[in-house]
């Protein structure tokens, strides 16, 4: 199942079941919003299922075109979102970049931050910010949204609790980051509201890309429709998907509806050294950073600057056969003034 | 206006009205869960008045006996938990202890970490810990909870979105925090679960203890049935509360139902120096692991353990007449299995 909350009704919107190809859409008739559904999964995605089958055999009532613009996030808000960073070559860099040696335990214990979850970005939302010289930067991530997930569970077991799959954009602040990051506390007004794509699917729309731990398709990035990064999800992936689970739950129980994030998606280069800019026939980045980095590090000078007013950032994951299997992700950083 | 929610109907429980002595309760019929009100706060606050009003002249409809132990926490889930750190004593006598010199800057800028908001524990609710060595404490605070709040509002304005007040044990677990937090990112699993009082009031209920900014009463805590701390929460709390909300609001909003936290009450001696043990005739602490920073800094050798299994903490805060304001929070720390 695709499944994708609309702007209409509250402040959760409409649960909708969209085709496999994201050209039609019909509204679910088995709960009214996704963290409804999510609640109570077992019991309704019987229903979900028939009523999705029904759109792609094109006998769905009242089915109408589906309109990525026309979406919230899929979940519009969360009670939880605990974002990895399951890319470890994509820390090492980011570290080696600033002069910061990394710890040996960041190969074998997560790195994983809580995110705000009250207002998250729909996936055509612009990216509003009051200052362009936070450094704004995109995060193209893969995240599972689970069911209820008991405190201290294993990683074998908290693969059975994922749910849907969808992708994010996780907005950073980049030159907010260091001065958070000394105060001791981690991220707050560096990471300011995440977006995600249009649909989240279930595991089995993915076929053999989802071997049940690790999502292994080429994410692509895109800065003002200029290949930026297309570095496979399922490569190089440090902690798969049912390890950063067991570790968001090991000291309290994840609430159905939870989303947890990979964290940029970083692949090194085949030389095991970092990844090369597209632009260079290489794999790219998931976010500005890496490349600022690399930069750095092979150039000694940082060339690229972070994303400026009007600048627009995409963010899609494509099958084998090259259909957007979550829609785009497709924003544009704006100016926002604060109301007086 | 004081509002509880009782551990009826669905995981959000069933929004209920509670009389100002604590003893009587009704079912809100405005609303059917506190989240839901706070969604459409101005429309239903007249609507839930009118009936606290009725239940406080005793003439509610279907009033039946409150009782604590039938709450989950006034939000049983919330889609924010930003918790600040405004008694920066607090966090000088914390780094003091583990000979870390503290920042100049953390008297002018609030430390605010984002806690897990999917899975709150209820006023009576047991603390379940599969190991003790993780150095179980609590830590006793007020929470405010806000409705809408645009990105980069004032203080100032951001006042006058804190619609309701309750309390909170942010259970730590002290000796996964080192560790943790030398990873960058801040705490994670180093704060399980947070448990809240078992109602949430309306700052009107409050009369002058609270101004708008602090609430100007002594946090009763013990252990055990021992008072442990009776700091008055509003003295040498560096941050205010709409200045925590501002700061947590800076480069996103947040949501309807979000709530920001004080960090754990903490007072200076008279003399300037860090509290006094209760024991010694002194304000005491709101959590143990500042006691046991005194007792180290003082004495150079620390006594006090952290919490045990079978322990019992409790956190209150009464008026000038000695009446209990929010309900008790009432704790006991007990064992966890995961299952298999």
Known sequence: MKLASLRRGGRDGTLTLVSRDLTRAVEAQAAPTLQDALDVWDSVAPELEKQAAALEAGTAAEAFAFEPADCAAPLPRAYQWADGSAYVNHVELVRKARGAEMPESFWSDPLMYQGGSDAFLGPRDPILMADEAWGIDFEAEVAVVVDDVPMGVSAEAAAG??????????????????????????????????????????????????????????????????????????VDMTFDFPTLVAHAARTRPLGAGAIVGSGTISNRDADGGPGRPVAEGGLGYSCIAELRMVEKILGGEIR?????????????????????????????????????
Not at 308 to 328: P, Q, Y
Request: glycine share 12%.
């Open 161 to 234: 609790h994922i749910r849907l799959l969808m992708l994010c954009n996780d907005v950073s602040l980049r030159n907010l980051i260091p001065g958070e990051l000394a105060k001791g506390f981690g991220f707050f007004q560096a990471k300011p509201s995440s977006a995600f794509s249009p649909v989240a699917v279930t595991p089995d729309e993915l076929g053999e890309a989802w071997d049940g731990q690790r999502l292994k398709l080429p994410m692509l990035s895109a800065i003002n429709g200029e290949a930026f990064g297309r570095p496979d999800a399922g």
């Open 304 to 340: 690229t600057g972070f994303l400026r007013f009007g600048d627009r950032v995409t963010i899609e994951m494509k099958d084998a056969g090259g259909r957007s299997l979550f829609g785009a992700i497709d924003q544009v950083v704006e100016p926002y003034k604060a109301p007086a």
